[in-house]
């Protein structure tokens, strides 16, 4: 049996990118101003007025080959890449659905290629 403890994540804190919900609800408009980023500093009164939720699609984790050097611009813009690299295919995938140049064909049959010879 291993001698090492592990330590359990201390409730106080959120998770990394998660806001304390509770403790912002406690604050104030001014200590929420005062603590925001400078990019949100002077924002119209009604900036949120027509903000809508919007669900976050769920994630698959999967295996993909990339070519090295596309996966190291990717990882050079530091941490989230793989989010930067959803988000591309994501962008691309918008555009493919407002103007769809032609039909695609979608190949199910394991071994087949639409690519042929290049």
Do not use: D, F, L, W
């Given at each position: 049996m291993s001698a090492?403890?592990?330590e359990r994540p201390s409730k106080a804190r959120p998770n990394r990118g998660r806001a304390d919900l509770a403790r912002v609800q406690r604050m104030?408009?001014?200590?929420?101003?005062?603590t925001s980023p400078p990019e949100l500093a002077g924002l119209p009164k009604d900036f949120w007025d027509e903000a809508e939720v919007v669900a976050v699609p769920a994630k698959?984790?999967?295996s993909l080959r990339v070519d090295e050097d596309v996966l190291t611009w990717f990882r050079e813009g530091g941490p989230r890449y793989q989010s930067r690299m959803n988000a591309v295919l994501r962008?691309?995938?918008h555009s493919?659905?407002?103007?769809?140049?032609k039909p695609r064909k979608h190949s199910k049959r394991?071994?087949?290629?639409?690519?042929?010879a290049s």
């Open positions: 090492k403890r592990t104030t408009e001014k200590q929420i101003e005062r698959e984790a999967i962008s691309y995938v493919m659905k407002r103007s769809p140049s394991k071994g087949t290629s639409e690519r042929g």
